[in-house]
Nanobody, 123 residues
Framework: VQLQASGGGLVQPGGSLRLSCAAS????????IAWFRQAPGEEREGVSC????????YYSDPVKGRFTFSRDNAKNTAYLQMNSLKPQDTAVYYC?????????????????WGQGTQVTVSS
């Protein structure tokens, strides 16, 4: 079971990035999948999540209306489209998946993690 995150980089404020999370060894649509981020000196925080049970998608308040989380079942890959990026979005972004947990549970309940991808928003 493996998750491969990619797509991070340096972008100016107001710009866009699309993160990808490719899964192997399991089928993404039967798992709860989520994006978390962690800035230096900060706690890991949830960004967005797709529930395994009903496909309901959750967004944290800081990213609501700017980020879109989607899943391509044919490619077994999840995407986080990030628009109108702000300097406070700067962090390492991680994708995670779990066959049991739900979107309202802590990051500690996720069994599988990608390696993290750095997003830096700066002029």
């Amino acid at each position: 079971v493996q998750l491969q995150a990619s797509g991070g980089g340096l972008v100016q404020p107001g710009g866009s990035l699309r993160l990808s999370c490719a899964a192997s060894g399991f089928t993404l649509d039967s798992y709860t999948i989520a994006w978390f981020r962690q800035a230096p000196g900060e706690e890991r925080e949830g960004v967005s999540c797709i529930s395994r049970s009903d496909g309901w998608t959750y967004y944290s308040d800081p990213v609501k209306g700017r980020f879109t989380f989607s899943r391509d079942n044919a490619k077994n890959t999840a995407y986080l489209q990030m628009n109108s990026l702000k300097p406070q979005d700067t962090a390492v972004y991680y994708c995670a998946a779990d066959p049991v947990t739900s979107c309202d549970h802590s990051w500690e309940t996720y069994a599988y993690w990608g390696q993290g991808t750095q997003v830096t928003v700066s002029s």
